[in-house]
């Protein structure tokens, strides 16, 4: 009985990992600590028609895209403190995201920018959020 178990164990295991490949188990493992807010990365969101960056997020963030369109950006800001960002992604606007090593000043530091025209530039539209001091 034993041996029929121990045969049945070692199947099991041959069959989910016979299929994955390291790359697939490094893959996994890196969403998995994004996703627990254990990596700083950077998302930037860009319109497709005409190749201007939109905006750009940085931090210890999670990101989900929900059914309507919505990519939702969860920013760790403290020891249990979390701010949203959210913004509709269209037709048009597509995003990466990339990782980068922390910054020197805290752990917890994060980073919103908007990229606006040169013409709202110009006349003083601009926007940007950060926590980290200069």
């Known amino acids: 009985m034993k041996s029929k178990l121990m045969t ?4 099991a295991l041959t069959l989910c990992f016979g299929g994955c490949t390291k790359a697939d188990r490094v893959n996994y493992n890196i969403r998995q600590e994004a996703d627990n807010f254990q990596t700083y990365r950077r998302v930037i969101a860009i319109n ?3 190749n201007q960056t ?5 931090g210890l963030i999670s990101i989900t895209v929900d059914s309507d369109g919505d990519l939702n950006v969860t920013i760790k800001t403290g020891e249990e403190e979390y701010k949203l960002f959210y913004a509709h992604l269209g ?5 990466t995201c990339i ?13 919103i920018a908007f990229f606006p025209t040169k013409e709202m530039i110009e ?8 926590t980290e001091s200069e």
Not at 8 to 11: G, K, R, Y
Not at 123 to 130: F, K, P, R, T
Request: glycine share 2%; aromatic share 10%.
């Open 8 to 11: 049945s164990a070692l199947l």
């Open 48 to 50: 497709t028609r005409t």
């Open 54 to 58: 939109l905006f750009s997020v940085e």
């Open 91 to 95: 037709s048009d606007v597509t995003y």
């Open 99 to 111: 990782q980068l090593d922390p910054t020197e000043t805290t752990p917890y530091a994060y980073q």
């Open 123 to 130: 006349h003083g539209l601009i926007d940007i959020v950060s």
